[in-house]
Structures are given as C-alpha cells and as structure tokens.
C-alpha cells in the first residue's frame, strides 16, 4: 500500500533540507510526545545505517520499531526503512527548489505486510484507504505549515 503527499514551503531549500534532517530536534519532538527513542549504532552525523529503536503506544498496546537511515542525499532526499511486528514500511523524503525561497517536499511511504497479522492490518487500511490518504496528506500539511512557522521565526 503506497501513501503520497506534496507540499510547497515558503522557504530556501537549504534550510528546508536542513530542518528536515536536524534528527536531535525530531527525537525530542517525539519523547515529548511520549514515544521513547534510543539511537543505535555510532553515527553522530547523518549517514546510511543511522537508526533508532522507538517503543510507542497504539491502540491500546506498547509497540516497538526499528527505524535505519537508507538513504541520505544532502538537500535531495532522505529515506527510511522501518520495521514494526510484521510491517515494513519504506518512506522516502525528496525536496525540490521551486524558486530560491520556495521548496516542494514530495514524502511517499510504502506498507509492506510480512505475516498474516500484518496482511490484515494493511487489507483495512486498504478497505479505508480514502480516509487514510486524506488523513496523511493532512499530517503532511501541518508537518510542512510548522516547518515554514519555524522558518520564518528564525529567518
């Protein structure tokens, strides 16, 4: 199952590409959103192999993933491989420069199902998946609305 969104950012694609890779910020975005994240491996700059352990609470029940960093071309694109129970999603980040103060991010996440639970899961999400789309690309928006915030108040 394939999820897309696009959105245009009032903002140089450097800092763009830059916001979306300050790693630090996000994993204290989402402790204070009570996820819990542990880096793996060494890596202290980002580079392919980069990972994260995360527990998480959803319907009702404490989940795990691992998150590794596959991909990571510096103001072009940044793609992930995560891997929770018998799910695998693949998601890919690209920004493009529109014009020198505005950049497009295009994000796509594939859902790969591994076992039966997971075939399951994504057969719903399927059945659903109007709603899902929209529900994504609105995440997205807002994603992209407080990037250009942060942006402009720092600029």
Do not use: C
């Not at 763009?16 to 959103?33: N, P």
């Not at 596959?70 to 103001?75: D, L, R």
């Amino acid at each position: 199952m394939q999820l897309t969104a696009t959105e245009d950012i009032e903002a140089p694609l450097d800092r763009v590409f830059a916001e979306l890779a300050d790693f630090e910020t996000l994993e204290r975005q989402a402790m204070r959103r009570g996820i819990e994240v542990r880096r793996t491996g060494d890596h202290t700059v980002p580079a392919p192999g980069m990972g994260w352990h995360v527990t998480f609470q959803f319907r009702g029940k404490t989940r795990t993933a691992e998150i590794v960093l596959t991909e990571y071309a510096p103001s072009e694109r940044i793609a992930f491989h995560t891997t929770s129970g018998g799910l695998e999603i693949d998601t890919g980040i690209d920004v493009i420069a529109l014009a020198r103060a505005r950049t497009r991010i295009n994000m796509a996440a594939e859902l790969k199902p591994k076992t039966l639970s997971a075939r399951l899961l994504v057969q719903s999400l399927k059945l659903a998946k109007g709603g899902i789309d929209k529900r994504f690309r609105h995440r997205i928006a807002g994603l992209a609305t407080d990037l250009e915030a942060r942006l402009q108040r720092s600029a």
